[in-house]
Structure formats: structure tokens, C-alpha cells
């Protein structure tokens, strides 16, 4: 069995690009933002019905104060959704990628060994090369290229990354392995710039 065999040392930037972009991540930063969405919007339609109840006597009056509480609304789910965003962005992938470069030097795994068998495209992991048999979703970043897979079809994701500026060796590598992936598990690449 011949694999191509290549260390890499763990920074706290290629922490967080994992987390920005994986998938895991994105399903909660979707839901959070439609959560920002709905709840504006849940306090309109008690608003709205609670204006129904006090003034339904008077059209007009009703129909001046229902605008207003929908100008309100718009204006709150933008700023909700906002404040989402940009917390999200600039301290929750941060939060999170500590957390995660704190538990690989907590647990001295500051050099990932990463090996790929070349006959059949499936990636070897850690000291014991724990073998992947799914197929990796692959991030180009402008730094790196993040791979997200899993050990079986359900369970924990595991997620690695490969340097696209370093010593010229792991280059040569990070691209030997990106063509194997390519060919033998016909995977998509998907940029990000």
C-alpha cells in the first residue's frame, strides 16, 4: 500500500477557517440567522392582532398604526440580523477556534499526520491511521484547503487541513493529494476567496 505521508503544525488560523467554513457550523449559523428573522416577526403578529382588538372601530387609525409597526419591524429584524452576523463572524468563530487550538495543544496534537493511499483515494489519520472510507468535502481558502469527512455515513466529523503556502515539500504534497482526491474520489473543489 502506497500513501503520501505529510505533517502539518496547527495554528490558530487555520482553526478558525476550519470552523468558518464547515458545514456543521454554517446548518447553525443559518439557523441563528433565521431564528433573528422569526422572532421580530412573531412579536409583529401579536402586535398586529393585539392593534386589531383595540382599535377596530376606526380603519384608519389601525391602518396608520399597522404601517408604523411594520416600518418598526423591518427596521428590527435588519438590526437582529446584524447584530447576528457580525457577533457571529467576529466572536463566536473566534471563541470557537480557541477552544479548538486549546484542545489540540492541551492534548499535544499540535502536528497533524495526515497520509493518503494512493490506490483507492482514502485519507489515513493520527498515529494509529484510522482509515476514512467517505468521501471529503473539500474548501480552498486562499491559505488552505479544508477537508471535512466522516469516519462512517453518520457520526462526529472530522476535519483537517492542508497548507497552501508553506515549505515547498508539503506544497508538493497538498497538491499530489488535491489531484488523487480529484481523480479517485471525484470530488468537487470549491473555491472561496
Not at 431564528?35 to 384608519?60: A, C, G
Not at 457577533?87 to 496534537?109: E, G, S, T
Not at 468535502?137 to 491559505?143: E, L, M, N, P, Q
Request: overall charge positive; some cysteine.
Amino acid at each position: 500500500m502506497e500513501t503520501i505521508d505529510t505533517k502539518v503544525d496547527v495554528t490558530l488560523k487555520a482553526c478558525q477557517e476550519i470552523i468558518r467554513y464547515s458545514p456543521s457550523y454554517r446548518f447553525i449559523y443559518w439557523n441563528l440567522m433565521l431564528l433573528m428573522f422569526l422572532i421580530p416577526f412573531y412579536r409583529h403578529i401579536q402586535r398586529w392582532t393585539e392593534n386589531n382588538e383595540l382599535y377596530n372601530n376606526s380603519s384608519s387609525l389601525l391602518s396608520i398604526v399597522n404601517n408604523q409597526d411594520m416600518v418598526l419591524t423591518i427596521i428590527a429584524i435588519l438590526l437582529s440580523l446584524l447584530f447576528a452576523h457580525f457577533a457571529w463572524k467576529y466572536i463566536a468563530i473566534k471563541l470557537f477556534a480557541r477552544k479548538m487550538y486549546r484542545y489540540h495543544k492541551k492534548n499535544n496534537l499540535m502536528t497533524l499526520n495526515i497520509a493518503l493511499n494512493k490506490e483507492n483515494g482514502r485519507f489515513l489519520l493520527g498515529k494509529k491511521k484510522n482509515e476514512f472510507i467517505t468521501k471529503p468535502k473539500v474548501i480552498s481558502t486562499k491559505y488552505f484547503y479544508l477537508f471535512y469527512l466522516k469516519k462512517h455515513l453518520v457520526g462526529r466529523e472530522h476535519t483537517f487541513f492542508l497548507p497552501k503556502q508553506s515549505d515547498t515539500q508539503v506544497n508538493q504534497k497538498a497538491e499530489e493529494i488535491i489531484q488523487i482526491c480529484k481523480n479517485k474520489n471525484s470530488i468537487i473543489l470549491k473555491k472561496i476567496v
